[in-house]
């Protein structure tokens, strides 16, 4: 019988307990850990022919990272507090959600009389940053859908901005260009030349927008992760490995902005 691939597991650390998942695989060369976001830690062993004892190894590997994992695992924790305050499938007047990387707060105020369809301003002030939501009471749309459309057409215009940018440069023309709400993607390039990217990175700094742009633009030239793919990248944003990290540390709190819970 053969055993199944992953398997949960838990073992005794000098700071307690740590459940993981043993996860075996054909293609892993050598013991490997991972704190995914939503599973947890994640040990992958190999497996097949020439591959060692390895299961028997996992134990004194983890005790080995412990302070790593336990990091990691606190900053998830503190990730998920922040995400749940974040949760806005229902705007409400004050509550804070980010914009370009900035924290602006929410005000929902009722249309001037005679407004048919209601709409979103950007304003600011010495007491900071906000989003204004001006509901007219003949739009039918829910707050959220109103919110999320005016952030779809910013995502739009910043986008363009930043095809406009790097295209030329790197020597590429896109073909066509859709925004889309991904679970697991930030953007993604087409070899018809048709690139598609989430319109929440309109919530993230500008630079991890830009990054993104860059990325997708330069698979137009080079598919695959190899060398001469990373180095194009590098040409047009040096700096791309922070913002990537920044986004893959802070991509769950974008995700939780307008989010609606299933029912």
Known sequence: MTAPREVPARVELPGGPLAYTLRRSPHARRLRVTVDP????????????????????VEPFLREREPWLRRHLARQAAQRAAVAALRLGEPRDGAVLPFRGEPHRLRVAAAPPGRRRSAVTREGDAAGDELVLWLAPGDRRPPERILEAWLRGRARAAVEREIDRHAAALGVRPARLTLRDPRSRWGSASRSGRLSFSWRLVLAPPEVLETVVVHELSHLRVFGHGTAFWELVASRRPDHRAWRRWLREHGPELHAVLAVEPA
Do not use: E, N
């Open 38 to 57: 939503r599973r947890g830690v994640v040990v992958t062993v190999p497996v097949g022919r020439g591959a060692g004892p390895a299961t028997g190894a």
